[in-house]
């Protein structure tokens, strides 16, 4: 073999390698959402740990006083109470809110159910879509892996 190829080919081969290895690279650091911030993404999961995080805060502030600090309500939330309305629910997926798609779940949150003559307020002017969005992936984490997956085949992440 003439020297020269002795010197490219290996050449040629490595840096075949590298850019295979590159590609990959790429398409796996690539970030799961827009923030700034690099998220940690959660396998199979729509929603990051940094949502998680955020979100079990704001749950706090927001949500718990009516729907408990667990999402868990009161034992006895299928009965209407005195004022004939029904107790906040469970959100933590013994309930029904796995029933609804992550689009109508937003919806919920940002316009509540007093419209719907519901008592719950609505949040469209104190919570940012992104903080909605938090709260309900921290909501998710207290879901049985069994929910979350009949939850994404039922409605899940489908626009509606
Ligand atoms: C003042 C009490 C109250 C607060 C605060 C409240 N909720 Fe509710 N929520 C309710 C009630 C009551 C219902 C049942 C529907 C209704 O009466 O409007 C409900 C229903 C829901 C549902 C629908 C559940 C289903 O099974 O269909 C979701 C989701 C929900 N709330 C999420 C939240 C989140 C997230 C927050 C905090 C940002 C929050 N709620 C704050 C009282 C409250």
Redesign the pocket.
Known sequence: MHPFYKLILPLATLLAVNACSNDTDSTTEQPSTSTVTPATSIPGRWYTEEQVAAGKH??QL??S???GSNAQSIPDWKKPGSNG?????P?NGT???W??SLNL?RK??RE???R?G????G?ADK?KPQE?DA??AW?QTLWTEQIYQAWLTRSGLIKR
Do not use: D, K, R, S
């Open positions: 704001l749950f927001h949500c006083t009516c729907h309305m029904y107790p906040p629910p959100l309930a029904h809110a029933h609804h779940l919920t949150v509540g159910g007093v719907l519901g008592q719950m307020p949040f919570l909605i709260i309900l909501v």
